[in-house]
């Protein structure tokens, strides 16, 4: 069957590779040109490996780093350390993204970059897509899979795109001081800044922010200095580090608030789907896991070209429900206790009284290993 998906990160990338490899014909759209960076922490949960080394989506080529210790630095220079029950590999989204894309191009896939989708009309029980381009491409099916922001939002009439978006976020790749096993949170007022190692000695050095914040100082760097600074370990980060980018990468305006999984009959994965906050380091597993859901209902509704619609959407809301929904909960109520010096505070405290606690809240914003 004809399935075309918009957007081509971990979602649709790997939608689009278990979707082909069972003879689906598949096109993926992607607005930007592999590689390219973008804003990501690049933490991946190792539930992820065993399915990722089974279908050779592993970037084994690159030499992942190996994170087992997480450690917490508040403002006042209080720190918390613990060993990671799961723990994760780190990777650039550059170098990862670019090696799945081409993957799906020589398995026939047909991947039309530099591209966006900036049209989508359901009629007739089936779907039409314009590109950026003009090309127009027309399926029974369609994963929407591009991201936290896009022009599809406004398209779809989405919800939570009506209302203010509060957060930005900002990435960098560095060469600096800190063993390889080991990701750092250091917190700040109104956000918090990640630490650790990707491939190739770099590491990446990713913050959620407030735009408010940004307003008030008038510039990333301003906003570092004034804001990221205060804490005294990150401030020795700034300081001591070499910055590998002429400029970061930057996200604007994007919201954790809850999303419709599906939008007029187009099925949503990913980001798209519902973001967690980034404290918990658990997007990208997510978007791993709930393409992998998608298309395994996506395989067992379709048959002959036919696709039964209402059995699909009710099998892929039920699943992602289960997988999902309390994961996203819990990482917003985390996200709140964070965001302010009293809450991290009160968090770190309890934390250190009760280490169970931290566990817990691992446990809750993380899943199995599928
Ligand atoms: C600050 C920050 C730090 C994070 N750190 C981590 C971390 O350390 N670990 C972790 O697991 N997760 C982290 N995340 C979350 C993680 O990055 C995401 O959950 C993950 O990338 C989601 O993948 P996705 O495929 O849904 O979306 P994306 O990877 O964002 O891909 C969406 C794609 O869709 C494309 N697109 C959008 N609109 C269109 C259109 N109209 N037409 C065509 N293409 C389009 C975009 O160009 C993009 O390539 C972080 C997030 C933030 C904001």
Redesign the pocket.
Known sequence: MKINI????????VSAYILAQKGHEICL????KYP?H????????NETLRFLKDHQLFPEFANPSQINHFTLTLQNGQKLEMPLDLG?FGIS?YVW?AFLAEKLKQMGVQVYEQ????DVQFEEDAFQLT??SGKKLKSPIVIG????????DQKLNRTFAQSQSP?I???YHIRTDLPKNEIVLHNFKGGYC?L?AVENDKY?L???GRRKDLKKHGGISEMEQAVLCQNPYLKSVFENSDFLFNQPVV?NA?SFAPKQLIENHMLM?????G??T?L????????IHS?KILSECIIRHTKNDQVNRYALEMDYRQEWNVLFKKRLWVGRQTQKLFSTNLGAHTGMWLMQQVPFLARNVMKNTHGEPF
Request: glycine share 16%.
């Open positions: 918009i957007g081509g990160g971990l979602a649709g990338l759209i992607e607005k930007k390219f973008r804003v990501c922490g690049e933490y991946v949960s994760a989204r993204d591209n966006a989708v900036v590109l950026s899979a591009f991201g936290k922001k896009s022009l599809m957060f976020g900002v990435k990640g650790s990446n990713c913050y959620l996200i994007f994965a990913g980001d798209a789907a973001l967690i980034p918990c380091g658990n997007g990208m597993a997510m978007a393409a």
